[in-house]
């Protein structure tokens, strides 16, 4: 569904009302692009460059503006609640790779986060980091800005270094959040039909 237009109406059908405008919109006539199977939350705000994959999701009052770079979501990644994404104007896009969960109040900012990885709840991710991919960043961490953090690591602290290697068990264990956000997904588009 690409949601791009704006309604104030009363939804008879599913019981709930939207007050005011779903906030996906274009910015200097670039529009963002959400692939059909992805969901974004009627109070998420997605503003200009901005592309999301294919069962992708956007949840609850987060804010991905696009406005002065890109930012990319990959297939089956997502964006938990209160999260910003935004970028650095000019020299650092937000990309977020496949199957990638970013929890509760995350702040990425012109970032790259790697394939498989979790940002934990608070994290906040700076200007040029590069997350490897299956890595896990700890709730309520702080990535200061150049840093690259090498695959399959723990990240943790404020400032955050890298503790130890992950084990296989917490590798394979990081596929559950973002499965079971594809899943959420599916439902709440079935909600909306």
């Known amino acids: 569904m690409n949601q791009v237009q704006s309604h104030q109406v009363l939804n008879t059908k599913n019981n709930y009302v939207t007050i005011g405008e779903i906030m996906i919109r274009p910015f200097r006539g670039v529009r963002p692009q959400i692939h059909p199977t992805a969901y974004v939350d009627p109070s998420a705000q997605v503003i200009g460059d901005v592309h999301l994959g294919e069962e992708a999701s956007i949840w609850c009052n987060c804010t991905v503006r696009g406005d ?19 970028v650095r104007h000019g020299s650092h896009p937000t990309i977020v790779e496949e199957e990638v969960t970013v929890g509760h109040s995350v702040t990425l900012h012109g970032c790259y986060v790697e394939r498989g990885s979790l940002v934990g709840i608070g994290a906040v991710v700076l200007d040029d980091v590069r997350i490897g991919e299956l890595s896990l960043v700890a709730a309520g961490s702080l990535v200061s800005p150049g840093t690259i953090i090498p695959p399959r690591s723990l990240v943790m602290g404020f400032p955050a270094r890298v503790k130890r290697p992950l084990t296989e068990e917490e590798v394979a264990s990081l596929a559950l959040f973002w499965q079971n956000y594809v899943g959420y997904t599916r439902e709440y588009l079935n909600e909306e039909q």
């Not at 002065?68 to 935004?86: E, F």
């Open 68 to 86: 002065i770079h890109y930012i990319r979501i990959g297939d089956r990644s997502n964006i938990q609640d209160n999260s910003v994404i935004h």
